[in-house]
């Protein structure tokens, strides 16, 4: 009887495991490049499911009834527009203070954090948005009483983000853009001798981080049906977790610290109590952080003099 | 030297004012532009253009600022800085002209709150030009008429301004506090409040459970947040910079939701209520005894005042905070701050000059713990009612903010900051219910248009509330680009083993 409940609270957990690994790659990319923490991320998913409810909105109101069409013009104009939130957040916050004191791109990005959020909020409304219910149906492994089911719109979730992976890493590993992202983590200031234009290179990280954020924000959306100004906050911080889980700056990492963050956050709100689980996140943060703070598939750091 | 003026560059200026203005047309005009209500959306296009128009004028007008700016030395000033200044040991201290305008525009905000407008501004010109006269003892005057003036401040000021007074000396000790953690010792605490809330839920749960005065949960809440302080200090000993901000991060909420979810403990977000305000001896301020004491009018046979509790209030407060403030500056210069300063600028060489790292770092949160668990335990006992809810992030980053904008490490900077950003969006406030009266009365004088351009100035005002978690943001952005080592920066010791005109 329990190995249903545990199989169910799985399956929850690998979808919800899997838009934290979407968000949770533009965290370790950027974190592997310039070495900071864009906590504007999470209000950047957030942005993204604002806008693929509006671009929704409209695209219902131009008569396109089909469904897959609907959501796939959607999805590219969602992530068009949000990565240019993304390159814009790079461009006004954090480009201006390279080669600034220590704390100050992370102080920007808290600001950025807060603009994001009120600047939604102050045009949206403070209410909860909704998302239509666009898929519906599942596959029930099981039978009678005893059952987990698998809705398709988890299997479109997991396929998804599975597929957006595997192009970001084709692109980071295979292509000269890839190539030249890798140098300029490795040493930027050799890659600019190179002659990598590593400002372009930074900003195109920040959008890579951006695309990923949304098609995250429109997976989401579609998922709970639910979002408001406030969502980023938490989902940000618990993504973050999921990179530093995985070992930041590595992308596969990133998509296994999220795996396994989804179904082990599914499982203790399933086992022990939702009212924690947040609780639970941020605590195996703590523990990771101090115990293994190079994370599941990331380099050690070295202290450099 | 024959100085080069070059012409300001008009195009350049323009084009980048255009695609500026574009790519906030595209960034503005889904989200601004389009209102989701329901599945369904409201266009209302002109926000969006509105905005793109704004941005345009607003780059145009910077980018001929800047150009003429640089070449301008009066004007250096508006150019963004990055570099520390150096503070020669033995020198003066801080730049003569920054304490004399501070002391001058402490003593005009202090005296408008009495009501007297232009008797403040007289007030502060005399002080400026009286500072201006004094020698060497300018910094002990300044510091006698700020603690004087301080003193009897509340008993001239409303009660309005008296509970705006008292929230301003709140931030002013949480900052402080912050400054202790990350403005000496440079470790980014993003979960301050935590230690609030453990002060302020020390208090309050403290007397329901254990009956606590407040003299008695002031030294044992300071003490509480210390502890957890300590506790938080050792896990992320190891950890620096980004890091150690999210695990604070993290350690804020987990506070909170506990706080949160722990109905039975602490009533989860219903909060603790009837939170005793503090006695003078066991005298009460209350119109009628609750504590089972002697009320404070009774007492004294004087007619009883709702203020008399908010003056209490803020003259234990101002003392604390005065206290606070002298400690601050001290240790400062003890060898824990030097080393706290050092740790800041170079843990490895700090490490292998021999200092202990552990207990410098610990130390520093510890402090900086129990500073904010005093401003806890006032918050509780000045409100009387605390929940969860005012211990979220958003909290975190106001007092970050604070520290931010004053300058890393730079307490006359804090006092500052925390003072402008909790009095402004009040007297802000303040404003736009007073002027809208105002300007109606002068509709008889005035010429039509600018008439309704003043209604409408002073009922965009009146909003000014909901815009302030952006102005903040917006703050801390741009102080970050244009200052980031704050308004008041601190000058960085340097010490010169001789001077250049001593050489044989």
Redesign the interface.
């Known amino acids: 009887m329990d190995s249903f409940i545990i199989g169910q609270q799985l399956v929850n957990g690998i979808t919800l495991g899997a838009i934290y690994g979407l968000i949770a790659v533009g965290y370790t990319m950027v974190y592997g490049i310039i070495g900071m923490i864009n906590f504007a991320h999470g209000d950047i998913y957030m942005v993204s499911a604002y806008l693929g409810a509006i671009f929704l909105a409209v695209i219902t109101f131009f008569g396109i009834d089909s469904v897959v069409l609907a959501l796939i013009i959607t999805l590219l104009f969602t992530i068009v527009f949000t990565a240019l939130y993304g390159w814009s957040v790079e461009r006004i916050a954090y480009r201006p203070l390279r080669g600034s004191t220590r704390l100050a791109p992370l102080i920007s990005a808290i600001g950025m954090s807060l603009i994001l959020q009120n600047y939604v909020q102050l045009s949206q409304g403070a209410r909860n948005q909704g998302f239509p219910a666009l898929v519906e149906g599942s596959v029930r492994v099981g039978d009678g009483a005893q059952f987990f089911q698998v809705t398709y719109l988890q299997m479109i979730i997991v396929v998804t983000a599975f597929v957006s992976m595997g192009i970001l890493t084709y692109v980071i590993h295979k292509t000269s853009l890839g190539r030249a992202c890798r140098a300029t983590q490795q040493d930027p200031m050799m890659a600019e001798v190179l002659g990598i234009n590593t400002d372009r290179i930074i900003s195109i990280v920040f959008v890579l981080g951006a695309i990923m954020a949304a098609v995250a924000g429109i997976l989401v959306s579609l998922n709970y049906g639910s979002f408001d100004f406030y969502i980023g906050f938490i989902t940000g911080i618990k993504a973050f977790t999921a990179a530093v889980l995985g070992g930041i700056g590595s992308l596969p990492g990133a998509i296994l610290g999220g795996l396994i963050l989804g179904m082990s956050e599914s499982l203790f709100s399933g086992f022990v109590n939702t009212d924690y689980k947040d609780v639970f996140a941020f605590g195996l943060l703590i523990v990771v952080l101090i115990f293994k703070p190079s994370g599941l598939l990331g380099k050690p750091e070295i202290e450099k003099v | 030297m024959e100085k080069i003026h070059k012409p300001l560059d008009f195009i350049l200026a323009f084009k980048g004012a255009f695609v500026a203005s574009i ?1 906030a047309l ?3 005009g ?3 532009g ?3 209500s ?4 409201q266009a209302e296009l002109q ?1 969006p253009l509105i905005a793109a128009v704004v941005v345009f004028v607003g780059r145009f007008l910077f980018s001929l600022l800047f150009q003429f700016a640089q070449h301008e030395p009066r004007l250096q000033w508006m150019l ?1 800085r ?1 570099t520390a200044s150096v503070w020669v040991e033995g020198e003066q201290v801080e730049s003569k002209q920054s304490v004399r305008l501070f002391s001058a525009m402490t003593a005009i905000t202090v005296l408008t709150l009495t009501g007297q407008f232009w008797l403040s501004v007289a007030g502060g010109v005399v002080l400026y030009l009286l500072l201006s006269r004094l020698g060497k003892r300018k910094h002990q005057v300044m510091v006698a008429l700020v603690v004087i003036l301080g003193l009897l401040m509340p008993f001239f000021a409303t009660k309005f301004w008296l509970t705006v007074l008292i929230a301003a000396l709140i931030y002013v000790l949480l900052g402080l506090g912050l400054n202790i953690v ?1 403005g000496f010792a ?1 470790l ?1 605490d ?1 979960g301050f409040v935590a230690f609030y809330a453990v002060g302020a839920y020390g208090y309050g749960l403290g007397h329901e459970y254990l009956g606590l005065s407040f003299w008695a949960a002031l030294p044992l809440g300071a003490l509480m947040a210390a502890c957890f302080g300590a506790i938080l200090g050792f ?1 992320v000993l ?2 620096h ?3 150690l ?3 604070t ?3 804020g ?2 506070i909170r ?2 706080l949160n ?1 722990w109905t039975e403990f602490t009533h989860g977000p219903n909060g603790v209520s009837a939170i005793p305000p503090p006695t003078l001896f066991g005298l009460e301020f209350s119109r009628i005894p609750k504590q089972g004491g002697t009320p404070f009018h009774e007492f004294f046979g004087i007619s009883y005042d709702s203020s008399f509790r908010y003056i209490f209030i803020y003259l234990i407060l101002f003392i604390i905070v005065s206290l606070m403030i002298a400690v601050v500056t001290r240790l400062r210069n003890m060898p824990i701050g030097r080393a706290w300063e050092a740790l800041r600028e170079d843990e ?2 700090c490490r292998s000059l021999g200092i202990n790292h552990v207990t410098v770092k610990l130390s520093a949160f510890s402090m900086g713990a129990m500073v904010g668990g005093l401003a806890g335990v006032f918050f509780a006992a000045y409100q009387g009612f605390i929940n969860p809810s005012s211990f979220t ?2 909290e975190s ?1 106001l007092i ?2 604070i520290v ?1 904008l004053g300058g ?1 490490g730079s307490t006359v900077g804090v006092i500052i900051a925390a003072f402008i950003l909790t009095i402004l969006p009040e007297t802000l406030r303040y404003l736009a219910t007073e002027l809208p009266k105002a300007i109606d009365s002068m509709s008889d004088y005035l010429p039509s248009f600018l008439h309704n351009t003043l209604s409408t100035l002073s009922d965009g005002l009146g909003d000014i509330g ?2 302030r ?2 102005i ?6 741009l102080m ?2 244009w200052r ?2 704050g308004l008041l920066p601190i000058q960085r010791r340097a010490y010169h083993l001789d001077k250049p005109g001593d050489a044989k």
């Open positions: 790519i595209l960034l503005f889904p989200i601004m389009l209102v989701l329901g599945y369904d959306y926000r963004p990055k990350v440079g980014l993003l896990p190891r950890m910079g980004d890091y901000a999210i695990v991060l993290g350690f909420e987990i939701l506990v979810n490895i060489a992030f958003f980053a970050l903010a931010v890393l909901s815009y978690v952006l903040f943001g917006v703050c801390m952005v970050m680009i980031p080592r």
